[in-house]
């Protein structure tokens, strides 16, 4: 099983370049989340998916736009890339309801000049 | 919204020393969960714990969920090389609207040969 799978894992943009960050899970999980690390901020999430056909704003989703194409796929999107976007994403998945937490990706390095 | 603090932010401790940290919320969680995260990768869980006073064990890892369900530790024991990561802790309370995982800032773990 490969389980949550991110495309890229690296990549340098300019600001103001769009981008879309792809995910993708193997596991038939219904919920799908992206979150951002930053150094001493922990993960925070940007956007989910609690089930295919609904997403939701998270904590920090301003700048991003996400969509959940099908139960497996989960994008989020830059539009017009800042500097302030320079981060590590993460996307994760589980079992709607599911008391056993999430299962991560290895993430994205984004780098935004 | 609920928040959790982590303690201590970072640890440089010496091979086959103890390792304790905690994390500390305002609200109350029916699940307590520890994850580890390995440099360039995302967060794997390590330990859940679903009752208030329970304490489970993992090879060297020992968790506890706090009595008042507002608090929870991480002890490990012997530590060696591989120890090395942040770990995170992450209060979940399952049903209602969202349904999220909230995490702790982590704790930064540097073991010295």
């Known amino acids: 099983n490969a389980g949550v799978t991110q495309t890229p894992k690296f990549q340098v943009l300019k600001t103001g370049q769009s981008m879309t960050l792809q995910c993708a899970q193997d596991?038939?999980?219904?919920?799908m989340y992206w979150y951002r690390q930053d150094p001493g901020m922990g993960l925070r999430l940007i956007y989910y998916?609690?089930?295919?056909?609904?997403?939701d704003k998270g904590e920090v989703p301003n700048g991003y736009n996400v969509s959940r194409l099908n139960k497996r796929e989960f994008s989020l999107r830059l539009e017009s890339a800042a500097p302030s976007q320079t981060s590590v994403y993460f996307c994760?998945?589980?079992?709607?309801?599911?008391?056993?937490?999430?299962?991560f990706g290895s993430g994205t390095r984004l780098t935004v000049v | 919204g609920q928040q959790l603090n982590q303690s201590p932010q970072s640890m440089f401790i010496q091979e086959g020393e103890d390792v304790s940290m905690n994390c500390t919320s305002s609200?109350?969680?029916?699940?307590w969960l520890w994850y580890k995260q390995d440099p360039g990768e995302g967060p794997v869980l390590l330990i859940a714990l679903y009752k208030a006073g329970e304490l489970t064990s993992n090879g060297r890892l020992t968790a506890q969920f706090g009595i008042t369900r507002k608090d929870s530790f991480l002890n490990i024991s012997a530590s060696i090389p591989s120890d090395v990561g942040i770990y995170f802790c992450?209060?979940?309370?399952?049903?209602?609207?969202?349904?999220?995982?909230?995490f702790g800032k982590g704790t930064k773990l540097s073991v010295k040969p």
């Open positions: 609200s109350i969680f029916n699940t």
């Open positions: 992450a209060g979940l309370n399952y049903g209602g609207s969202q349904g999220n995982l909230i």
């Open positions: 998916s609690a089930s295919e056909g609904t997403t």
């Open positions: 994760a998945s589980t079992v709607k309801g599911s008391v056993y937490g999430y299962t």
């Open positions: 596991m038939n999980h219904n919920s």
